[in-house]
């Protein structure tokens, strides 16, 4: 709508989708939760069922905008959308989800890691519709964390990153990282979490990893800050994310 | 030409049935065709929160919404809250805080105030201004906005809970 | 006040006559108004910070239906208007409703379609193409004062002007120094960013060839006037309201390009004709601030005592100079007040105010002070630090001390009298400042960097016909009218030249009156933001009002209570001095006999046959009396804050945010705290968040509120406030003026408070605002520099 507004977008032909039936569901299954594309930030940040199966999202959704904005703006509205600083796309990914996608062609179901292209551009065709995303069961005793740095409450972050490990015998037997704000699009960072397997996290798999990730990240630079503001500030956040994850582990 | 379209909107309580220009934003709609100018304009790009109304109960920026979207729905706006010689239990503390001083983005700052009463959940003084980090005021320096919400918010849960009362923030 | 008369109202917290309209969204701000049959414009602006205009092509945009016109400079004869100014060397620049052949920066408006609504309006206007001839943007002030390409091409250089102060002996003062600070200070650009952008309704009323402006503007008297001469008309056929005004801080206090423009407008067309800025266009056009370059010196003794201080100030103005203030005002201010609330004698200041292709500079909350105290302030703790010296120790043994006012700066500025030591010492009591180092040093033990920073400084408030903003400008703020009258009723009207946005002057002045004429407060209406109101007003700026339209408003009730009292005298058969008005009774001391003022109102003005002939000629309930307090008062205050930086990812948290404040006499506490609390959270943006950043093209970057931050209730600690409460001495009613001392102390405290938290890595902050960004440059350099 700012785009509409600024008279940055033209259009001859606006279509509301919000209306459509069965858009704004939220069901479980044992494979995971599925989520409408009509779905309310607001409704996804208090379902008890997100809350109860992928805490990590009821905890990141705190950061999305504000109220007003959480009570409109919808999660097929912000993964459609693909800002490389939102919340929602950096959960696809670090989830593993699966984007449920349709069109005059069909039904297609898409994987989050590699449904974003570049700044405000997905795999989404033109004439095709998100309609559902559905976020697989994270595996048991599965622990996480998420953190992101923005100037003000409730802005872009500058950097954010959503961690989720799984602690065995000591040390990380599984471990998912994803970023947001630090390249063109969310990016789960493979060979950070290669390289944190059969680790256990202290102070040195700290510093190393702040300095591994700060390597793997491009960032752009803008009013706000520099790439190389961001660049230091993707090792802290993955850093902080990643010792969330271990001190809940931990703590289990 | 642009084809109009016939909506019909509940505002404080009425309905209003018009034909708008589907471009036709909210604010626009509420402000002119209904002469409803208490709800301002400060930004028509969703960060000031000047537009806040309630829209179905929950707070909305009218500016990013277009007056179709608002086609079936509810709206409340500031003049739906109180009037003049009976005020609102928020509007009453605001005027007993000194939470207004030019006034333009009160009616957004109550439109918000009032879903976090709705919510009925107790806040701390950091947590009400975390609600109320979406409405910017450029004259108050929020100190008194806080003070005035966590008292209405005190009252209408009960006077029991948040414990943390101003002097935690 | 008389005798016998006790303030009951005056000091109280009473609650705002102004808030139940606003509140229940009754309010009337000028978008509000609708008029039948208004016109709407959509401005065509220039893309291009200097530029030729060569063509405006509006052959498809005018073929739309709904559009009543599109107009460019060529269509009006208007003269341009000039802000006069005396200071030697002085250029004006002229400033006309629309750009004249030639564009001066981003945002200026070139072209005006007049539709049936903005969005035809609009609609209209992206049709419009426009063809430029570039000219060499001059961005930087540096380039800018020494280039022969003028943005003026009557003028000989860019260097709008400039102006040396000099008192004392600046260097032997130097030469005698123990220690000598010295940095080069950078204060950024900011826009007041009023959440009400700017509008303008102008009526234009052919029977009567008269026009209406209803203004969004703090200057209503100064519009009028204006617009009189621009558009030839006589006084009596121009008026300027400024009904309900959604925040002001200076950007409304100068005449728009669009005010003119809606008047023609709408005297050519016969309509009413309205124009609302969006949030772009306010970035783009409302006038800007701050933008200062200064390289500042201080020389001080093994002692701690100030010796010298020199200054070369570079103001980058922007490419007009403002009506009426001129393009001197901020430079000249951030001169006239770096001497600070010191024992100076020695001070050497060279202003430069250069044009740049940028959005004209103008009035903004604090104007030349915050500049000033930024740099005095941090020159004081960077001295202190190496004398190893309290910041509060350092201040104290250098602030006037109460023994030495009136003091007369190092710039010519008089202090009269205000508390300063008074206010240090009371910011620290009130803070606990053994306490706050305490948990500092603690904070430091466990690896956090937690900092505390201290700024006083001083300001003229309330100023009178003497004392001018800048010498020669258009206008004399020196002077304030109250008209107060009682009508038949017994109701009270009280009318100024004043026009609050947001300071609660109707309720304010009304507490004068009221407690003047001996009536409740809600019989007092006060009318303000008008122009016809009074017969010469200019309206509310520079921390004017409590002072001038106070001190006229206890005049003027006086005056009016005599009346009263006259005329119930006569009808109580007994003398003036046996009366006492309370609630609107006057009442006969030792006796029983009352009259209400109902009574006196019908007698008077229904009755008057009840009076001798000879009392008739002045019989009446109203008096007009004008109040100028010659020089003015000074405010003064101290800022204590206390800042913690995230050591990992350097944002700044405002964790304690406490002001001392001597504002003389406090007619409304709570109004008095407000303004307090509203100025220091824009400092606290002026000094984290907030900045107008343009490019090397001069392209305006901050083109949305996602790009120019202002702080939230989220980023904003809990502020405390405390005055002492104390009456002035030089001015009618013992008020100060204020509102403007939060952007003027929060900066500086704020400044030096992350200088304080950074201390480990000797870093000192001279460039506002204090970004993560920028923290993160000076950390990395820092610790770099040490390996």
């Given at each position: 709508m700012p785009m509409l507004n600024f008279r940055l977008l033209d259009s001859t032909l606006l279509i509301d989708i919000t209306r459509l039936p069965g858009f704004d569901h939220i069901t479980t299954s044992e494979r995971g939760i599925t989520v409408g594309a009509g779905v309310q930030h607001h409704a996804l940040k208090r379902s008890p069922d997100v809350a109860e199966r992928l805490p990590i999202i009821s905890h990141t959704m705190q950061y999305v905008a504000h109220m007003a904005i959480r009570n409109r703006g919808t999660i097929g509205g912000s993964l459609a959308h693909g800002d490389p600083a939102a919340e929602l796309p950096l959960l696809a990914i670090l989830l593993d989800a699966y984007l449920h996608i349709s069109g005059p062609t069909g039904e297609r179901s898409a994987r989050a890691e590699g449904f974003f292209l570049a700044p405000l551009t997905t795999n989404l065709n033109e004439d095709e519709i998100l309609t559902s995303i559905t976020f697989p069961n994270l595996p048991q005793h599965s622990s996480w964390g998420f953190e992101e740095i923005a100037r003000r409450s409730g802005d872009f972050a500058l950097a954010g990153a959503g961690a989720v490990l799984s602690i065995q015998h000591g040390v990380i037997a599984d471990a998912r990282l994803a970023m947001m704000g630090v390249d063109e699009t969310p990016r789960r960072l493979p060979a950070i979490e290669a390289m944190l397997l059969g680790r256990a996290w202290d102070v040195g798999l700290r510093r190393l990893a702040v300095r591994e990730v700060r390597e793997q990240v491009n960032p752009m630079s803008d009013l706000q800050a520099s790439a190389d503001y961001r660049r230091h500030l993707a090792g802290i956040v993955a850093a902080r994310a990643l010792n969330s994850a271990w001190a809940m582990g931990q703590a289990r | 030409m642009i084809r109009k379209r016939a909506i019909t909107v509940s505002v404080n309580g009425s309905a209003y049935a018009r034909d708008v220009e589907p471009r036709r934003l909210l604010t626009d709609f509420l402000r002119e065709d209904l002469g409803l100018t208490g709800t301002h304009i400060g930004c028509e790009h969703g960060v000031c929160g000047a537009c806040s109304i309630l829209l179905d109960g929950v707070s909305a920026r009218a500016c990013l919404c277009l007056a179709v979207q608002a086609d079936g729905r509810e709206i409340t706006t500031v003049e739906g809250m109180g009037e003049i010689g009976r005020l609102s239990l928020l509007q009453e503390k605001f005027r007993k805080h000194h939470a207004l001083q030019c006034g333009f983005c009160t009616p957004g700052m109550l439109a918000t105030a009032h879903e976090i009463l709705t919510d009925a959940a107790p806040l701390t003084d950091n947590e009400i201004r975390e609600a109320l980090s979406g409405n910017l005021c450029r004259c108050t320096g929020y100190e008194h906005i806080v003070r005035a919400v966590s008292e209405a918010l005190n009252e209408s849960l009960g006077g029991a809970a948040a414990g943390n009362s101003s002097d935690a923030g | 006040m008389q005798d016998d008369v006790r303030p009951k109202l005056i000091g109280s917290r009473v609650q705002r006559l102004e808030d139940p309209r606003l509140l229940t969204g009754s309010g009337g701000f000028v978008d509000d108004i609708q008029l039948a049959h208004t016109l709407h414009i959509a401005l065509v602006r220039s893309d291009h910070a200097h530029a030729r205009i060569l063509n405006v092509d509006v052959d498809a945009a005018g073929t739309l239906p709904g559009v009543v016109g599109i107009y460019t400079a060529d269509d009006f004869s208007a003269k341009p208007l000039h802000a006069t100014s005396r200071m030697k060397g002085y250029q004006s620049t002229a400033i006309t409703a629309l750009a004249d052949g030639k564009v001066r920066f981003v945002g200026e408006g070139i072209a005006a379609v007049v539709a049936e609504s903005r969005y035809v309006a609009e609609d209209a206007a992206s049709l419009i193409t426009i063809d430029y001839e570039p000219l060499p943007d001059l961005v930087d002030p540096r380039i800018a004062a020494a280039s022969d390409v003028l943005l003026h091409e009557s003028h000989d250089s860019n260097i709008l002007v400039s102006r040396k102060f000099a008192r004392g002996d600046v260097t032997e003062a130097f030469a005698n120094a123990s220690v000598r600070v010295k940095d080069s200070f950078r204060f950024h650009r900011k826009t007041p960013l009023a959440i009400e952008n700017r509008s303008y309704l102008a009526d234009f009323n052919k029977g009567k060839q008269a026009l209406t402006l209803y203004s969004s503007t703090q200057v209503p008297g100064v519009i009028r006037d204006a617009l009189a001469k621009v558009l030839a008309m006589p006084g009596h056929s121009v008026r300027v309201v400024a009904p309900d005004v959604g925040g002001g801080f200076g950007g409304k206090a100068s005449l728009y390009p669009e005010e003119i423009l809606v008047a023609l407008l709408s005297r050519t067309l016969g309509h009413p004709v309205k124009w609302t800025s969006d949030r772009l266009e306010d970035l783009l056009t409302t006038s800007q601030a701050f933008d200062e370059t200064i390289d500042a010196e201080l020389a001080v003794d093994k002692d701690g005592r100030l010796l010298g201080l020199k200054a070369e100030i570079l103001g980058d103005v922007g490419a007009y100079s403002i009506y009426p203030w001129t393009a001197a005002l901020e430079p000249m201010q951030v001169a006239g007040f770096l001497p600070g609330p010191y024992q100076l004698a020695n001070y050497q200041a060279e202003v430069v105010a250069v044009a740049t292709n940028k959005t004209p500079a103008g009035p903004y909350r604090g104007v030349g002070r915050p500049a000033a105290a930024f740099v005095l302030e941090r020159l004081i703790d960077m001295a202190a630090l190496l004398l190893g010296l309290d910041p509060v120790e350092m201040r104290r043994r250098n602030l006037v001390q109460p023994d030495q006012f009136p003091y007369r700066t190092g710039s010519g500025i008089v202090w009269d009298q205000s508390g300063f030591t008074e206010c240090l010492e009371l910011a620290c009591k009130g803070v606990n400042y053994p306490a706050l180092q305490a948990e500092r040093s603690a904070a430091r033990r466990a690896g956090r960097w937690f900092g505390v920073g201290v700024a006083s400084y001083a300001e003229l408030t309330g100023i009178g016909s003497r004392m001018s903003a800048a010498p020669g400008m258009p206008i004399n703020t020196g002077t304030e009218t109250a008209t107060v009258e009682i009508d038949a009723s017994g109701a009270v009207r009280a009318a100024f030249g004043v026009a609050s946005h947001g300071q609660g002057l109707e309720t304010t002045l009304a507490q004068i009156v009221a407690d003047e004429l001996g009536v409740p407060l809600d019989s007092v209406q006060v009318i303000h933001g008008d122009s016809a109101a009074v017969t010469h007003s200019t309206g509310t700026y520079a921390s004017r009002s409590a002072v001038l339209a106070g001190g006229a408003a206890h005049l003027s009730g006086q005056a009016v209570r005599a009346k009263v009292l006259e005329a119930a005298a006569f009808m109580l058969n007994t003398d003036t001095d046996a009366l006492d008005i309370e609630d609107s009774i006057i009442s006969e001391r030792g006796t029983n006999k009352t009259l209400s003022l109902m009574e006196v109102g019908r007698a008077v003005y229904s009755e008057m046959g009840r009076f001798p002939l000879e009392m008739r000629a002045e019989l009446d309930l109203r008096a007009t009396k004008f109040y100028d307090p010659e020089f003015g008062t000074t405010t003064s205050a101290t800022h204590i804050a206390a800042v913690e930086i995230d050591p990992e990812t350097f944002i700044v948290t405002v964790k304690r945010f406490l002001v001392a404040e001597d504002c003389g006499r406090l007619i409304n506490p709570m109004i008095v705290d407000g303004q307090v609390h509203g100025g220091i959270v824009q400092g606290i943006g002026a000094a984290l968040y907030e900045e107008v950043v343009h490019d090397q093209n001069g392209q305006a970057l901050s083109a949305s509120l996602v790009d120019y931050l202002t702080p939230s209730a989220a980023e904003t600690p809990k502020l405390e406030v405390l005055h002492l409460d104390t009456a002035a001495l030089g001015t009618l009613g013992g008020y100060r003026g204020m509102g403007e001392g939060g952007t003027i102390g929060a900066p500086a405290a704020i400044a030096n408070a992350i200088t304080d938290a950074l201390s480990h890595l000797n870093i000192?902050?001279?460039?506002?605002?204090?970004t993560p960004e920028r923290i993160y440059r000076l950390v990395t350099q820092a610790i770099k520099g040490d390996t």
């Open positions: - | - | 000192n902050i001279s460039e506002l605002p204090a």
